[in-house]
Nanobody, 122 residues
Framework: QVQLVESGGGLVQPGGSLRLSCAAS????????MGWYRQAPGKQRELVAT???????NYADSVKGRFTISTDNAKNTAYLQMNNLKPEDTAVYCC????????????????WGQGTQVTVSS
């Protein structure tokens, strides 16, 4: 079993910045890919950004040039740097990962965190 825990959310004014973290723990063998998603009340969950083991990144058009996804493989942690935040960015942000676990056997699975609230308002 793998647990993903997000942190770093909060209230910020338009134009401000936040840095979200997603720490993975458990019987991790390695991480193949990680991503960030967000969901606003009454709306579908949408992809924000993804990153592969090779470092290839992909971003939603709405956040290109403003958000940056990165990982610290030694710490099994993913980050989302969010700059020039807009009210439209308000949502619960969740991280996910395609992770291979070692125990009880070597398996690949997809895991989700419970989310952290980001509110952009003034």
């Amino acid at each position: 079993q793998v647990q993903l825990v997000e942190s770093g959310g909060g209230l910020v004014q338009p134009g401000g910045s936040l840095r979200l973290s997603c720490a993975a723990s458990g019987s991790i063998f390695d991480i193949n890919a990680m991503g960030w998603y967000r969901q606003a009340p009454g709306k579908q969950r949408e992809l924000v950004a993804t990153i592969t083991t090779g470092g290839t990144t992909n971003y939603a058009d709405s956040v290109k040039g403003r958000f940056t996804i990165s990982t610290d493989n030694a710490k099994n942690t993913a980050y989302l740097q969010m700059n020039n935040l807009k009210p439209e960015d308000t949502a619960v942000y969740c991280c996910n990962g395609f992770i291979r676990t070692l125990l009880p056997s070597l398996r690949l699975g997809e895991y989700w965190g419970q989310g952290t609230q980001v509110t952009v308002s003034s």
